[in-house]
Every structure is written in structure tokens, then in C-alpha cells.
């Protein structure tokens, strides 16, 4: 039985707390001050504490930031929850910059904080494996995602813990990635799995559509509203709500997300009656929300709480090895689709492959793949077939442009720049070696080096 301590001087929370924790079948003490609660944890060793953050008339919030400190300092193992008023988030805030887990504001929603309360505790018991891929397909459901990468698999073992909880997870990533397969993943091996999984993508909602597309409208609400329609987190009640694009989306329309993942309440534009929704929450960017945090484009409450579990997927130059598996995958699934049975990759196009930088990731190499397929009337694919077929421009910068550092290497800018010229001069050396400033014997050097196909001249 998971024991919990309750901190808060009104009487009034600490009854009303310890009867609804008690019927949930966890034990329970009070204490009315801080500097009384350090001999209480010591005696009763909670798992979980509820620490409320105001003990004084001026609610400055002192006392229970202190108390928070000395907890997370003494007793680090165990999980704190703050209780506050919508109108100290930012205090919070900082408690969770310090070590708490999460925070419930005032007045709270018993659903709510028995969920945050049943996530944190097992989130903290799960014990952490090395991660190994035979062991994961038997324990979860990962057959769609493809690769051995020891990043990946890391992540595999992360979602696959978090997967049964309710946490919420954000997920980053460059484009392309697979960040919704992840949150897909995530889903399938939830306790929701049964229930809706609903996707947003909130780079695609404008600020004046974003309340009647997620909490939906009534007739009349505005011009065009001819009939009520149901927003998306009642469609994904019960469920899972994926919130792509996360990072695009206005202060606004923040605030007004914020409250409903705080309350699990909301109001359909046009309506003042409020509906409560049981979703989980997964979200998605490929922007950077601590710097949006700090240049204040991004509310700092609204990152804390959508940001219990963080993943963040791993380029695909960063996992080269996979790449020959995923190309494998891709190619093998359109053998149905296109009726080609016969369909595969040559050992040296495989090799080709994993040396692309490839910086629109997984979705550029399946769309390789796939548009060579199509072009392509053989059945085993050559670098020849991939190399008419992959785009010369291979990077959305100003073709004048040199790339971020750090997001090639020296081989990487070597092989694009010959890959490019060798199809610009239709694989002619003397002109590619000219066009390089290199000498014929260089060029046919880096070619061996590359393993890219040539005729000598």
C-alpha cells in the first residue's frame, strides 16, 4: 500500500484529500506545517507527498518553496506534488524547476490528481533495463517501427515504461523523424488502446479556428456555424489526443489549451456549459520550446506541464545503420502494393544509402525508395536507379548556403558535392573532376571510397 503525506494547513483539504486517497486505497497522514513534516517523513517514509504552497496570509508561497527545497535535498526519492492557486502557476512553476513532479491548482479535480498520483508512483517503481530488441517486441508492440540502433532502442524502452501510465509526453525531433509513429506506439501499448486516438496538427489550425476545432462549437457560435460540431478532446475521450506542431502554436490559444489540460474541463465556443474530458496527452515539435520558453513565445506552465516524459528522436544520419533496414522495410511493404514480388535493393545500393545525409530523414528516404520503385522497370534496385531519382537539392537551405555546423561531416559535404556533380555531367569524370577542381585519379579515389559506380575514361 502506497503511502502519501498531505502538507497543507486548511483543514478542510486535508479531510477532503485523505478521504478521497484513502478510498483509492492508499494511507494516508496529514500535517498542517512544514516544519512539522520533516519528523512526520521521517517516521511515516511517504512514497508521494502533496505539499500545498501557501502557509501564510500574504501567499507569497515562501514557506512551501523552502519546504520543497529541504524535501528534495533530505529525501530525493520521493515525489512531490504541489498544490496552488490558478493565479500562483508561476510559483509552480519554479517548484518544479526544484524536483516536484507536477502541480494541481485550486480547486482540483479528484480525477485529475488520482491519475497524476497513480502516474508518478508508477513511474518511480518501473525498474529501468538495458534495452534489447527481441526483448521489447515480446513485451510491447513495436512491429512498425523499424531499427537496432542503440538511441532507438533507448527510446523503445522509455515509451514502452511510460506507454502504460498516464504521463504526459512530448515528443521532439527534426521533420520527418517519426514522431507520430511514436506517439502512435505510445497509444497502442496504453490502457487507452482500445479508445480513440485522435491527431491535431496544430500548425495547421489558425488562431480564430483553434477553440471550435478542439473544443468544438454549438449552432450560431459564429457565421458559418450552421450546426453544433464536437471538438477534438471530446472525440478522444477516454483516449489519446496527439497535439502535433505543438511549437507553433499563439500565446493565446496557449493560455486557453493550458486550462483545459489543467482542468480536464472545457467549454464549447458559443456554450457556457462546461464538459470534462479524460484524455492523454501527447504532444510534438520540431522546434526548440526551451529557447521558445526563454524568448517568450512559449508559456513556461504550459512546457511543465506537457513535459512530465520528454523523448527526443534522433536524426536519421545519426543512425546510419538503420538506414538499411528502413529502405529494406519500405521496399518489401511495396512489394504487395505495386505487385513487384520479385523487388530488392542491391548490396552496394544498401551501402549507397547509409552514406545520404539524408536531412529530411525517415520521410525522404521512403519517398526515395518509393519513387525509384515507380521509375524503375527492374527488379533489383541499383545506386544508378537511386541516384537518377534522389533529389539534387537535398537540403531546404539556399542551395549558397553552407549547412549548419555540426549537421554534416566533412565525408557527408564530400559525397553530396560529388553525388551532385556526377549527375549534373550524367556521370562524365573528366567534367565532374574539372567541375570538383580535383584531378580524374582523385576523383576516381573518392569514388572507390564512396563505393559509387564509374567507367573509367
Known sequence: MNKILIIDDDFAVQTSLS???????????????????????????????????????????????????????TFPNIAVILLTGWGTINLAVEGMKLGAKDFVTKPWQNDYIIQSINTIL???????????????????????????????????????????????VLITGESGTGKELIAEAIHQNSKRRHKPFVKVNLGGVSATLFESELFGHTRGAFTDAKSDRIGR???ANKGTIFLDEIGDLDLSSQ?????VLQDRTFEPL????????????????????????AN?????????????????????RERPEDIAALAIYFANNLKTIYERPNLSISP????????????????????LVEKTILLTPKDELTIEDFQQNISINTSPSNKNTLPEVGTMTLDEMELLMIQRAMAFHQNKISKVARSLGITRFALYRRLEKFNIPFAIE
Open 19 to 73: 478521504l478521497m486517497l484513502r478510498q483509492e486505497g492508499f494511507q494516508v497522514k496529514t500535517c498542517s506545517s512544514p516544519v512539522l513534516a520533516m519528523d512526520v517523513i521521517e517516521e511515516f517514509q511517504p512514497e508521494l507527498i502533496i505539499l500545498d504552497l501557501n502557509f501564510s496570509i500574504e501567499t507569497s508561497g515562501d514557506e512551501g518553496m523552502k519546504a520543497l527545497k529541504i524535501i528534495r535535498h
Open 122 to 168: 508508477n513511474l518511480s517503481q518501473q525498474k529501468i533495463q538495458s534495452p534489447n530488441r527481441k526483448k521489447l517486441d515480446q513485451q510491447y508492440q513495436f512491429e512498425h517501427i523499424v531499427g537496432n540502433d542503440p538511441k532507438l532502442l533507448a527510446i523503445l524502452e522509455t515509451i514502452g515504461r511510460v506507454a502504460i501510465t498516464d504521463a504526459p
Open 233 to 235: 478532446f471530446e472525440l
Open 255 to 259: 493560455v486557453k489549451l493550458l486550462r
Open 270 to 293: 458559443g456554450s457556457s456549459k462546461s464538459k470534462t474530458v479524460d484524455v492523454r496527452v501527447i504532444c510534438a515539435t520540431n522546434r526548440n520550446l526551451e529557447e521558445m520558453v
Open 296 to 316: 517568450n513565445t512559449f508559456r513556461e506552465d504550459l512546457f511543465y506541464r506537457i513535459n512530465l516524459i520528454s523523448v527526443k528522436l534522433p536524426a536519421l
Open 348 to 367: 552496394k545500393a544498401i551501402h549507397w544509402l547509409k552514406t545520404l545525409p539524408l536531412p529530411g530523414n525517415i520521410r525522404q528516404l521512403k519517398n
